[in-house]
């Protein structure tokens, strides 16, 4: 099964209350089909990094958010390249492992990962 990694802004946009702003609600919208509808087809995974910004803010909203990241796999932030975050796994070959990011950018889409990266289609 392959691996996605969650950013801050998808847990976010999945738990939030309706926005009335209309590209902010789209976005909360193919969030929430995504998850819905895609999850099972992959190991959805977190970062500490995701853990600390999710627990920030109005304490409701927090507990929404952790509610769904306590049931994520939580990746070790092994250092930075290129200005993201580098995450290990223990079923890569060489230790070190390149997730697909899901984020608000690429959730109305459908993705695969490829040797290049993420490939969205």
């Known amino acids: 099964m392959e691996s996605v990694y969650l950013e801050t802004t ?20 193919a969030t929430q089909e995504w998850w819905a509808n895609r999850r099972s087809e992959f190991e959805n995974c977190v ?18 958010r952790l509610a769904i990241i306590g049931r994520l796999r939580a990746l070790d932030v092994k250092g930075k390249q290129r200005g993201r ?16 990011i899901l984020s608000l950018f690429l959730s ?14």
């Not at 970062?47 to 929404?64: H, L």
């Not at 109305?108 to 289609?121: A, T």
Request: proline fraction near 6%; hydrophobic fraction near 35%; aromatic fraction near 8%.
């Open 10 to 29: 998808f847990i976010s946009y999945l738990v939030a209350r309706p926005s009335r702003d209309l590209l902010v609600a789209a976005h909360q919208q």
């Open 85 to 100: 975050e580098s995450f290990s796994s223990d079923r890569s070959e060489n230790g070190r492992k390149r997730l697909p």
């Open 108 to 121: 109305p889409f459908s993705f695969s990962f490829g040797e290049g990266g993420v490939v969205v289609r």
């Open 47 to 64: 970062s500490q990094v995701v853990i600390d910004e999710a627990s920030g803010g109005d304490p409701a909203e927090v507990q929404k």
